[in-house]
């Protein structure tokens, strides 16, 4: 089984910058592409931000230019740069990552257990 662990989590004023970190751990064999969600209250889980094993990006347009996704292949990490932060991005915010824990395993999705994100005006 492959665990998904995000952490960098927390308040910030509108402006202000914050980190979050997703560490995999497990059996694991391969991950494939990373991305970050966001979720709040009543609304559908979107996807913020995904990044492929070789390292190319997208963003969903309410982060470009402000959100920046990078991995870490060698040690299973990815991490969210988030800068001028907005009410409006406050969500809960999980790690995603699509990978096998065997060779011949197939692909399965991992979701990590969530991290808050809490932006004050």
Do not use: H
């Amino acid at each position: 089984q492959v665990q998904l662990v995000e952490s960098g989590g927390g308040l910030v004023q509108a402006g202000g910058s914050l980190r979050l970190s997703c560490a995999a751990s497990g059996s694991i064999f391969s991950i494939n592409d990373m991305g970050w969600y966001r979720q709040t209250p009543g609304k559908q889980r979107e996807l913020v931000a995904a990044i492929t094993r070789g390292g190319t990006t997208g963003y969903a347009d309410s982060v470009k230019g402000r959100f920046t996704i990078s991995r870490d292949n060698a040690k299973n990490r990815m991490y969210l740069q988030m800068k001028s932060l907005k009410p409006e991005d406050t969500a809960v915010y999980y790690c995603n990552a699509q990978g096998r824990e065997y060779p011949s395993s197939p692909a399965s999705d991992y979701w990590g257990q969530g991290t808050q994100v809490t932006v004050s005006s």
